[in-house]
């Protein structure tokens, strides 16, 4: 398994911008598959974004609004956020695996503990 630490979540008016940030503990970092997902309270854990190599995959919510980049050099993935809406509030959770099914959750082996998002109108 991967280690993965998030950080930049936050409170922000609607309309704002936040930038997430995910280091990962692996040797061959830019060869394995980055992912974001997030779950409000009392939902599912849902897909926002996946980046496969160069490849970019986006939930269709988000397109648009949201960009997933990484650093290989750093070992770190972002989620860049624009124009923030208040259902984007939630705890924003940084995947890897090395073959997953993006879209589903359950098939992302490692998992970092979340950083909360909180969009207020």
């Known amino acids: 398994q991967v280690q993965l630490v998030e950080s930049g979540g936050g409170l922000v008016q609607a309309g704002g911008s936040l930038r997430l940030s995910c280091v990962a503990s692996?040797?061959?970092?830019?060869?394995?598959?980055m992912g974001w997902f997030r779950q409000a309270p009392g939902k599912e854990r849902e897909f926002v974004a996946a980046?496969?190599?160069?490849?970019?995959f986006y939930t269709d919510s988000v397109k648009g609004r949201f960009t997933i980049s990484r650093d290989n050099a750093k070992n770190t993935v972002y989620l860049q956020m624009n124009s923030l809406k208040p259902e984007d509030t939630a705890l924003y959770y940084c995947?890897?695996?090395?073959?997953?099914?993006?879209?589903?959750?359950?098939?992302?082996?490692?998992w970092g503990q979340g950083t909360q998002v909180t969009v207020s109108s």
């Open positions: 995947a890897a695996d090395i073959a997953p099914n993006i879209r589903d959750y359950r098939t992302w082996d490692s």
């Open positions: 980046i496969l190599r160069g490849t970019t």
């Open positions: 692996a040797r061959t970092f830019s060869s394995i598959p």
